[in-house]
């Protein structure tokens, strides 16, 4: 049972970057999905979450109109979909799941003790150019 992260790397400022987040062991369309990120010497930042039950989804200020999270229940994963990106970005990006909606509108995504069901490893983005 396990979340694989994959399609972090490279990018120029103002590039995109698809991430996808396999699971494996469980049916990920059963969990609501979150994605955060964190950068060297900051705190944990959550930056978008779909929900089980309808797929609402869930981005902070910083990253809305610019990042979109999705699914794809055929094969069991999700997806971080990142536009116009800066070096603000660059980060570790991780995905969780979890078996209650609530981790996405309770915001539970954002807080690292949430004790959510799955996290995965982490796949870095570098945005340099």
């Known amino acids: 049972v396990q979340l694989v992260e994959s399609g972090g790397g490279l990018v120029q400022p103002g590039g995109s970057l698809r991430l996808s987040c396999a699971a494996s062991?469980?049916?990920?369309?059963?969990?609501?999905v979150g994605w955060f990120r964190q950068a060297p010497g900051k705190e944990r930042e959550g930056v978008a979450c779909?929900?089980?039950?309808?797929?609402?989804?869930y981005y902070p200020d910083s990253v809305r109109g610019r990042f979109t999270i999705s699914r794809d229940n055929a094969k069991n994963s999700a997806y971080l979909s990142m536009n116009r990106l800066t070096p603000d970005d660059a980060a570790v990006y991780y995905c969780e799941a979890d078996d209650l909606d609530y981790y996405c509108s309770g915001y539970g995504f954002y807080i690292d003790n949430y004790g959510v069901n799955y996290r995965g490893k982490g796949t870095l983005v570098t945005v340099s150019s």
């Open positions: 779909i929900t089980s039950s309808d797929n609402s989804t």
């Open positions: 062991g469980f049916t990920l369309d059963h969990y609501a």
